[in-house]
T-cell receptor, first 113, second 114 residues
Framework: GAGVSQSPSNKVTEKGKDVELRCDPISGHTALYWYRQSLGQGLEFLIY????????KSGLPSDRFSAERTGGSVSTLTIQRTQQEDSAVYLC???????????FGDGTRLSIL | QKEVEQNSGPLSVPEGAIASLNCTYSDRGSQSFFWYRQYSGKSPELIMFIYSNGDKEDGRFTAQLNKASQYVSLLIRDSQPSDSATYLCAVQRNSGAGSYQLTFGKGTKLSVIP
């Protein structure tokens, strides 16, 4: 497809488990961003990639969160030892380059039981 | 602390009227400004962006920027029921610490009454 693709669309897991969320950006977009949106809260920045490098990881809430990007394309956000407060919609966005408008995927709704 | 403030609403307007959505921001280093529309249960959809002071028009939408007042607005002309959604204001620095990430307001919920 032409847009940002995220998988899975929904993920339910038990507290303490690890989860991996995937993002496939728009073809040719060099910049990729992860955000999360909790119920009733605004969108919160997590991490930014330019190519395969992450010059800004300032939004990652704890060391349980990590992300990587390979081939300048697909990115994976990993949450280890999930906690209930990790429940949120995780959104990925991409842009042609760092100062261009960002386009969002449909998100992954993560629920921690 | 970078902040983006929006009135949470709901803002109710009759069909065919002009809806005016406002946003203020605290970071004077902000250089790019965006409006996203978010339907309930869906992801944000980019509808407008503006980089320079003044007005920018695209169809029924007009974005207005006043950097001196740190104020951005979105006007929706001839509002339709399909415009009913939450509108998110976002700002971006393009240099220095925290560059490139979008800082979002919490959104204004717009309801267009038929």
């Amino acid at each position: 497809g032409a847009g940002v693709s995220q998988s899975p669309s929904n993920k339910v897991t038990e507290k303490g488990k690890d989860v991996e969320l995937r993002c496939d950006p728009i073809s040719g977009h060099t910049a990729l961003y992860w955000y999360r949106q909790s119920l009733g809260q605004g969108l919160e920045f997590l991490i930014y990639f330019q190519g395969n490098s992450a010059p800004d990881k300032s939004g990652l809430p704890s060391d349980r969160f990590s992300a990587e990007r390979t081939g300048g394309s697909v990115s994976t956000l990993t949450i280890q030892r999930t906690q209930q407060e990790d429940s949120a919609v995780y959104l990925c966005a991409s842009s042609l380059t760092y100062n261009q408008p960002q386009h969002f995927g449909d998100g992954t709704r993560l629920s921690i039981l | 602390q970078k902040e983006v403030e929006q009135n949470s609403g709901p803002l109710s307007v009759p069909e065919g009227a002009i809806a005016s959505l406002n946003c203020t921001y605290s970071d004077r280093g902000s250089q790019s400004f965006f409006w996203y529309r978010q339907y309930s249960g869906k992801s944000p959809e980019l509808i407008m962006f503006i980089y320079s002071n003044g007005d920018k028009e695209d169809g029924r939408f007009t974005a207005q920027l006043n950097k001196a007042s740190q104020y951005v607005s979105l006007l929706i002309r001839d509002s339709q029921p399909s415009d009913s959604a939450t509108y998110l204001c976002a700002v971006q620095r393009n240099s220095g610490a925290g560059s490139y990430q979008l800082t979002f307001g919490k959104g204004t919920k717009l309801s267009v009454i038929p």
